[in-house]
């Protein structure tokens, strides 16, 4: 039985998501664990992530405008509007999503569906540079 | 300290919630793991995973009713439609709710809440066949 | 490899977020584990946890405003009114945050940002007596 954690960063091009699946997969495989669970874990309050389809890129698109409607800017109770009008709703746009995402690894890969990648979802509108915590504990 | 994971389906009847407490807690059982940690984790992009108030079956139909009004089918700007109007909703929902769900284990079972039960969140309107994954850690 | 699970209670005052990484950073310090994962789960569904900034504390009030205006008490089309208006909105707002949250230990610290912090979020008027479970796996 053994535990890993490393670490990697991702630079993000303003809002949008970002697919960090491989990132993730070469940190399981490099832990030589079989069985076991994966843990990512984003270390930002105005980022986050998700697992979401791969496949199709505007199911992103569509994603992207909801959450820009669903948690608008221009709220006039915002008090907390001192770093920018985005920032507000970036912290609101990662509570309605996560700030970790956990997938069980069986026989030495991450058990993800066919359709499945892990995605960084930034949500500030300058570029960032993130940082994603990767533990893997398993045997 | 041992890993186990396993797995099992779920045939859903289209949009809702069906309780998978009784299949993960049987896994967790099977695991023989005292104390640790248990993750359901569902390999899909248009169903989630809820753990949710399991007593009183009208909390279950006000949330459906609540989530069909928050990400409404006829959304003007979706582009990803091809598979359907209860596609991209389908994948919205998801977002908005959770792809795993992560219950401490002590005492050889699921440190669940007297009202609380684990549901996979059918955002489909057809039927479909659903994986749920099951990793449990611990010793 | 070892594998704790603890748990402790919080008195809140009604709705509202209240800090717990003390008391979850105790029990990581406590389970001598230096390297693996810490899960945090709340025992209940009309409460959940977030990892939310810690800094400015408008940041929480406009995060409360926007969750009483995203799920309001009074939808004509609620059933399950028995507990109150309060209960079925808290049962939305803690399927749209989450039961649970997942940080990775290494250094045999939680690997927390800068400026991220556990939170309890209330969903019911009335103060309650809430528990949080703590599993700590690694080695």
Same mark, same amino acid.
């Given at each position: 039985?053994?535990?890993?954690?490393?670490?990697?960063?991702?630079?993000?091009?303003?809002?949008? %998501?970002? +697919?960090?699946?491989?990132?993730?997969?070469?940190?399981? $495989?490099?832990?030589?664990? /079989? !069985?076991?669970?994966?843990?990512?874990?984003?270390?930002?309050?105005?980022?986050?992530?998700?697992?979401?389809?791969?496949?199709?890129?505007?199911?992103?698109?569509?994603?992207?405008?909801?959450?820009?409607?669903?948690?608008?800017?221009?709220?006039?109770?915002?008090?907390? %509007?001192? +770093?920018?009008?985005?920032?507000?709703?970036?912290?609101? $746009?990662?509570?309605?999503? /996560? !700030?970790?995402?956990?997938?069980?690894?069986?026989?030495?890969?991450?058990?993800?569906?066919?359709?499945?990648?892990?995605?960084?979802?930034?949500?500030?509108?300058?570029?960032?540079?993130?940082?994603?915590?990767?533990?893997?504990?398993?045997?």
């Amino acid at each position: 039985m053994n535990a890993h954690t490393d670490n990697f960063t991702v630079r993000t091009r303003g809002q949008g %998501t970002t +697919e960090i699946t491989e990132e993730v997969a070469r940190i399981v $495989r490099e832990s030589g664990i /079989r !069985t076991g669970l994966c843990t990512v874990f984003i270390q930002h309050t105005s980022a986050s992530l998700i697992i979401y389809e791969n496949a199709d890129p505007t199911a992103r698109t569509d994603l992207h405008e909801y959450f820009s409607r669903l948690v608008p800017e221009d709220e006039d109770y915002f008090v907390h %509007t001192a +770093e920018g009008p985005d920032d507000m709703p970036s912290h609101i $746009r990662m509570v309605l999503t /996560r !700030t970790s995402e956990s997938i069980p690894i069986s026989a030495a890969r991450l058990t993800l569906g066919t359709w499945q990648g892990i995605f960084l979802f930034e949500h500030r509108r300058a570029p960032h540079t993130r940082t994603i915590v990767v533990s893997v504990v398993g045997e």
